[in-house]
C-alpha cells in the first residue's frame, strides 16, 4: 500500500510501527455549530480508511478531538446567553448524531481540548527551557518560529515569502510577525485556567500536539485533516512538538481536497453554505457520504443538489443487487452441502483485487466504487433472467459485495428516512386533528406539506407519505 505523504510530496510505501499497530490522528471539529457538509469529507475519508486497515489486519489506533474551547464558542454562548460549556456539550451531542449517521467507527479515544490543559502547559515549560517560548506583554506566550530550523517543511511556504505577506495586529507584542500564540491571556469575563504566566487558555495549535503526547507519547504514524490545516495548523503542530521532544510528529500526513457548493467555495455570505444535517433531511446521511468518497480524497469535489440526487440513485442500484442476491438465494435449487472455492468465479476475483488494487494506490477511493459498480453489473448479469443458480455463486457475490460496503462504510441494511423535523412534527400535528376531527385544520397541513414537497395520502392501510426532491421519490 501506497499513500501521498503531504510532507515529502510524494507516494511512499506505507509501513505501521511494531507489532502491526496503526496510530493515526484525525483533527476534529470546533464544536460551536453544527458540522458543515465540508466537514463530512475527512470524516468519510478518514473512516473509510481505518476500515481499510482494519481490513488488512492492523490494529488500528484511532484519535479524533473536539476543541471545546475558542472564540467561536465564547462568541456562540454570548450570543445564545448560555455558558460557553454548554455550548460545548450541545454540539458534541448534535456531531454524535451527525458522525453515526454518515457511519463513522466510534473514535478509539475522543480527547477534548480543556481536559488536556496540564499537558499543553507542560510542552509550553519545556520550549521555554529550550529557547522556543517567550513571553510577551501581557503574559501571551509565543513560539519562537525562526528557531525552528524546518518550518514550512509541511507546507512549502517559504519564510521570507510569509513575512511579505503578514499584517500584524497593533495589539500584539510579538518578536516577530510569524511567531504563533502557545498561551493566550484570558480577557475580562472568558474562561480561563492558571498557569505560569497568567490565567489564560491555550492556543489553537497546542492543543493536537499535546493530545498526541498524552495519548500517544510517540511519533503517530498517520496525521491527517482537510487541506485547510496544512498551514498554518499543521505547520505550528509540528514546530512545536518536534521542537519539544526531538522526533517527528507523524511519519505520514494525509490531507483531503476541498468541497465546494456548485462549484464556489462554502460561506455562509453568499447563501451556500449547508449543515450535514440540513442534507441528510433531504437525503439521508448514506448519499453523503458516498459522494464524499466518489472522488479521490485529494482532488477537490464539488457538491450539489444534482449531485445528491445522482448519489442516491447509485445507491440504490447497489440496494436493488443485494435485494436480487437474496431473492436468488432463496430460489436456489443447489444442495446446500455442496461447496466450491470462491476463486471458481474468476470474474468476481478479478473485481475483487482491481478493488483492493485502487485502494493500495494512495487510497483512491473513486477508482475502487468504479470498481463496485462493475461488481454490481457483472452480479445482475450473471443473474437476471437465470432460471437457475449456484448457492456457492450467490454466496461468493454477497461476500465479497458485504466486505466493499464495509470498508466504504456504506451501510445499506435499512432504507434511508428523509423527513426533518419540520415535517414530522406537521405530520403529527396532523394526525392529532383527524384523531379529533378537526378535517378543515387536517387539510390545511396537508396543503403546507405540499407546499414543502411531501405528499400526504390517507389509504385504508394507514398514510402514505411521499417525499420529492427534484424528480426523486421517497416513500415512508
Known amino acids: 500500500m501506497v499513500i501521498h505523504n503531504t510532507l515529502s510530496g510524494q507516494k511512499e510505501l506505507f509501513k505501521s510501527g511494531t507489532n502491526n499497530v496503526v496510530k493515526i490522528y484525525e483533527c476534529g471539529p470546533t464544536v460551536y455549530n453544527f458540522i458543515h457538509i465540508g466537514n463530512a469529507r475527512p470524516l468519510c475519508v478518514f473512516d473509510s480508511l ?3 486497515l482494519i481490513y488488512l489486519g492492523y490494529n488500528v489506533i484511532f484519535v479524533k478531538n473536539f476543541t471545546d474551547i475558542d472564540d467561536k464558542i465564547i462568541k456562540r454562548a454570548n450570543d445564545d446567553g448560555v455558558p460557553w460549556d454548554k455550548v460545548a456539550e450541545r454540539f458534541i451531542k448534535e456531531y454524535y448524531v451527525d458522525a453515526r449517521g454518515l457511519g463513522e467507527l466510534p473514535p ?15 510542552i509550553i515549560k519545556k520550549l521555554f ?12 506566550v509565543y513560539f519562537r518560529t525562526r528557531k525552528f530550523a524546518n518550518y514550512g517543511q509541511l507546507s512549502g511556504m517559504v519564510l521570507e515569502d510569509l513575512q511579505a505577506g503578514i499584517r500584524v495586529p497593533t495589539n500584539e507584542q510579538k518578536e516577530d510577525p510569524l511567531d504563533f500564540v502557545l498561551w493566550k491571556v484570558a480577557k475580562q469575563g472568558e474562561p480561563c485556567w492558571e498557569s505560569p504566566w497568567g490565567n489564560g487558555r491555550p492556543g489553537w495549535h497546542i492543543e493536537c500536539s499535546a493530545m498526541i503526547d498524552s495519548i500517544f507519547e510517540d511519533t503517530i504514524d498517520i496525521h491527517c485533516g482537510g487541506h485547510d490545516l496544512i498551514f498554518p495548523h499543521h505547520e505550528n503542530e509540528l514546530a512545536q512538538y518536534t521542537a519539544y521532544c526531538g522526533k517527528p510528529l507523524a511519519n505520514y500526513w494525509m490531507h483531503n481536497g476541498f468541497v465546494t457548493v456548485d462549484s464556489e467555495k462554502m460561506a455562509k455570505s453568499v447563501g451556500n453554505f449547508f449543515t450535514v444535517r440540513e442534507v441528510a433531511n433531504v437525503f439521508g ?3 453523503i457520504r458516498l459522494l464524499m468518497l466518489q472522488a479521490h480524497y485529494r482532488t477537490p469535489i464539488n457538491y450539489s443538489a444534482d449531485a445528491m440526487k445522482q448519489s442516491f440513485s447509485s445507491l440504490q442500484r447497489i440496494r436493488n443487487c443485494l435485494e436480487l442476491l437474496r431473492e436468488k438465494e432463496e430460489q436456489t435449487t443447489e444442495l446446500k452441502s455442496e461447496k466450491q472455492p470462491i476463486e471458481r468465479f474468476e470474474e468476481l476475483e478479478v473485481l475483487k483485487n482491481k478493488f483492493f488494487c485502487e485502494l493500495d ?5 473513486s477508482g475502487a466504487i468504479g470498481v463496485l459498480f462493475d461488481f454490481v453489473r457483472e452480479v445482475n448479469s450473471r443473474l437476471a433472467g437465470a432460471k437457475s443458480f449456484e448457492q456457492s455463486y450467490i454466496g461468493a457475490a454477497t461476500k465479497i459485495l458485504g466486505d466493499f460496503l464495509e470498508i466504504l462504510g456504506l451501510d445499506l441494511t435499512e432504507p434511508e428516512t428523509f423527513e426533518d423535523e419540520q415535517v414530522k412534527l406537521l405530520l403529527d400535528q396532523r394526525e392529532i386533528s383527524r384523531a379529533n376531527k378537526d378535517f378543515k385544520r387536517a387539510d390545511e397541513l396537508r396543503q403546507e406539506l405540499k407546499r414543502m414537497g411531501v405528499s400526504v395520502e ?13 424528480g426523486l421519490h421517497f416513500e415512508r
Request: negative net charge; glycine residues 10%.
Open 50 to 52: 481505518r476500515r481499510y
Open 108 to 122: 478509539t479515544y475522543e480527547p477534548k481540548a480543556t481536559e488536556n490543559i496540564p499537558a499543553m502547559q507542560k
Open 129 to 140: 527551557e529550550s529557547g522556543f517560548a517567550y513571553e510577551q506583554g501581557d503574559g501571551t
Open 285 to 287: 446521511y448514506m448519499p
Open 361 to 365: 494506490d494512495d487510497f483512491n477511493t
Open 458 to 470: 390517507d389509504t385504508p392501510s394507514g398514510v402514505k407519505v411521499r417525499k420529492d426532491v427534484g
